[in-house]
T-cell receptor
Framework: SQQGEEDPQALSIQEGENATMNCSYKTSINNLQWYRQNSGRGLVHLIL?????REKHSGRLRVTLDTSKKSSSLLITASRAADTASYFCATVDVSGYSTLTFGKGTMLLVSP | DTEVTQTPKHLVMGMTNKKSLKCEQH?????MYWYKQKAKKPPELMFVYSYEKLSINESVPSRFSPECPNSSLLNLHLHALQPEDSALYLC?????????????FGPGTRLTVL
């Protein structure tokens, strides 16, 4: 079952601008992950943040996690046309099973 | 080898056909997953295999039958499907060990049921 809600559902920006996507979830989590999916293709893992972490960086990506608000954000800086894709947050809850529950996703369009 | 492969890339089948989807990884991962993804929706978990044993079945109809012949291979056997089963079917795997939660996805099989 879906747990997360992403916001916005769609985002259109120009190359060079920053893109921010938000994700909210409902249960207690072990970690939260962000994945990217190019149209009709498989998902690519971008970054994982654990429940005891508040911020994580990887290249042009910055992820924050606020467990008190049950929310996370993904910031892509200096976006490129190649960043055009759908972005999903996914949570692993504390039940002990390492299964992912995906949010609804944000479709990002970066125009040259 | 750091990828998950899936065959075929595309599959068109009638409602009376029997077909199989195949997924392979050679990364030594011991957990493998099948997901179903409809257009503009997130992936939905169908099955989880852990050390070649089925550990989770998310109430998937019996017309979908998973099989894990060995630690590198995962199949999904399809029989008497419905048009609403048309979707992208994604396979994923993850490493063994506590905290190994990152999943590696294959490119998917685009299934159309006529």
């Amino acid at each position: 079952s879906q747990q997360g809600e992403e916001d916005p559902q769609a985002l259109s920006i120009q190359e060079g601008e920053n893109a921010t996507m938000n994700c909210s979830y409902k249960t207690s989590i072990n970690n939260l992950q962000w994945y990217r999916q190019n149209s009709g293709r498989g998902l690519v893992h971008l970054i994982l943040i654990r429940s005891n972490e508040r911020e994580k960086h990887s290249g042009r990506l910055r992820v924050t996690l606020d467990t008190s608000k049950k929310s996370s954000s993904l910031l892509i800086t200096a976006s490129r046309a190649a960043d055009t894709a759908s972005y999903f947050c996914a949570t692993v809850d504390v039940s002990g099973y390492s299964t992912l529950t995906f949010g609804k996703g944000t479709m990002l369009l970066v125009s040259p | 080898d750091t990828e998950v492969t899936q065959t075929p890339k595309h599959l068109v089948m009638g409602m009376t056909n029997k077909k199989s989807l195949k997924c392979e990884q050679h990364m030594g991962h011991r957990a493998m997953y099948w997901y179903k993804q409809k257009a503009k929706k997130p992936p939905e978990l169908m099955f989880v295999y852990s050390y070649e044993k089925l550990s989770i079945n998310e109430s998937v109809p019996s017309r979908f039958s998973p099989e894990c012949p060995n630690s590198s291979l995962l199949n999904l056997h399809l029989h008497a499907l419905q048009p609403e089963d048309s979707a992208l079917y994604l396979c994923a795997s993850s490493p063994p060990g506590a905290g190994a939660d990152t999943q590696y996805f294959g490119p998917g099989t685009r299934l159309t049921v006529l």
